[in-house]
Each structure stands twice: as C-alpha cells, then as structure tokens.
C-alpha cells in the first residue's frame, strides 16, 4: 500500500524557517514528479513547489518564490521542502503528493497519491 508521511510541520516565528520531508512507502516513486500543496483553512488548496523526477526541473508558486527550496531523494524515497523567510500568511497545512507522470505539473488534478499533511504555523 502507498503511504506519503510527511514530517517537520510546527510553530515558527515569522522570518524563521522549517524543513519539511515527505517520506514514501508502497513503492519507488523515482520516475514520478512530487510536490507540495497548502491549504490554509477557508481557503482552497494551493500550488507551493514541484520537482521533476530527476530533480532538474522545478516550479514554485507565486508567493513561495525566492523562499521555499524543493529537493529530492531518490535513494530514500523522500521530498523536501526547505521553507525560509517564512510569513503568517504561510500557515497552512502542508500536503506533499505524488504526480501521476514524470512532469512536474502544477495542478493538484495530475497527482495521484496524497500524504496527510503536516501543520505549519508561522505567528506574527
């Protein structure tokens, strides 16, 4: 069965920082792209990073650019998100997903596989 963990949430000052890690099971997900999604409550789910399954290509939402760093770990199976300069408007739960191809795509609609989400909250 495939499982995404996802760990490294928690409660930060604003303009400190937090690494999140995104650890699968069930199967080898090196030839898939992976990303992060947010959704902060009242709010719809939100693009945040993807990384191709090579690592070489990557994509960042709007407000994370120039912030958030995303990486990968073929050989243990794990994403990461390297979060700085983090803002109260950054608190959301952080969902990190498998996409259905090796693209990296930016719709939430071209992954198949979800973690639970890990809470991020940044006060002011």
């Known amino acids: 069965q495939v499982q995404l963990v996802e760990s490294g949430g928690g409660l930060v000052q604003a303009g400190g920082s937090l690494r999140l890690s995104c650890a699968a099971s069930?199967?080898?997900?090196?030839?898939?792209?992976m990303g992060w999604f947010r959704q902060a409550p009242g709010k719809e789910r939100e693009f945040v990073a993807v990384i191709s399954w090579n690592g070489r290509s990557t994509s960042y939402g709007d407000s994370v650019k120039g912030r958030f760093t995303i990486s990968r770990d073929n050989a243990k199976n794990t994403v990461y998100l390297q979060m700085n300069s983090l803002k109260p408007e950054d608190t959301a739960v952080y969902y990190c997903?498998?996409?259905?191809?090796?693209?990296?795509?930016?719709?939430?609609?071209?992954?198949?596989?979800w973690g639970q989400g890990t809470q991020v909250t940044v006060s002011s």
């Open positions: 997903a498998v996409a259905r191809t090796s693209r990296p795509p930016i719709s939430a609609g071209d992954y198949n596989y």
């Open positions: 069930g199967r080898t997900f090196g030839s898939y792209g």
